[in-house]
């Protein structure tokens, strides 16, 4: 025989969650109500929010959490990539000891090795792989004793 809708039926659940039970008592006194029919109204306001939510909602927002979450680390490299070329302009002006670190050529050459730190940087992302010095000579080794 199939139930219709309005019947009501006898469920037997086990707490063990003391929050959820305080929290079931708390309503069931604040509605002065049994505390079944507060588990009761608990469990259809929980399936009521799920209930409405189809998949492509449920897909939307995991476009719109990855959207945000591309954006956030874009604007994360952005900065490291920052602090890394100033970690390397500072770097490479305390190099030369010699000649102060303010002359126009000192701070030429210091951008014309930035500039090819970038240049190299870039090119190896490109190749797909990210090969210290140290492997790429070694990698010319062995193409030159092959």
Same mark, same amino acid.
């Given at each position: 025989?199939?139930?219709?809708?309005?019947?009501?039926?006898?469920?037997?659940?086990?707490?063990?969650?003391?929050? %959820?039970?305080?929290? !079931?008592?708390?309503? #069931? =006194? +604040?509605?002065?109500?049994? $505390?079944?029919? *507060?588990?009761?109204?608990?469990?259809?306001?929980?399936?009521?929010?799920?209930?409405?939510?189809?998949?492509?909602?449920?897909?939307?927002?995991?476009?719109?959490?990855?959207?945000?979450?591309?954006?956030?680390?874009?604007?994360?490299?952005?900065? %490291?990539?920052?602090? !890394?070329?100033?970690? #390397? =302009? +500072?770097?490479?002006?305390? $190099?030369?000891? *010699?000649?102060?670190?303010?002359?126009?050529?000192?701070?030429?050459?210091?951008?014309?090795?930035?500039?090819?730190?970038?240049?190299?940087?870039?090119?190896?992302?490109?190749?797909?792989?990210?090969?210290?010095?140290?492997?790429?000579?070694?990698?010319?080794?062995?193409?030159?004793?092959?």
């Amino acid at each position: 025989m199939a139930r219709r809708a309005g019947e009501t039926c006898r469920v037997q659940v086990y707490l063990s969650d003391p929050k %959820v039970v305080t929290g !079931l008592n708390r309503e #069931a =006194r +604040a509605g002065r109500m049994a $505390l079944s029919q *507060a588990a009761g109204r608990a469990i259809a306001r929980g399936l009521q929010s799920h209930a409405g939510r189809e998949a492509e909602d449920r897909l939307e927002t995991l476009e719109h959490a990855l959207r945000d979450h591309m954006r956030l680390t874009a604007r994360d490299m952005q900065i %490291v990539q920052e602090l !890394l070329v100033e970690m #390397a =302009r +500072a770097f490479f002006q305390r $190099l030369p000891d *010699a000649e102060p670190d303010e002359t126009p050529s000192v701070q030429a050459s210091v951008d014309r090795r930035i500039d090819r730190m970038l240049d190299d940087t870039a090119a190896r992302i490109i190749a797909g792989r990210m090969r210290t010095r140290a492997t790429a000579a070694m990698a010319r080794r062995a193409d030159r004793d092959a």
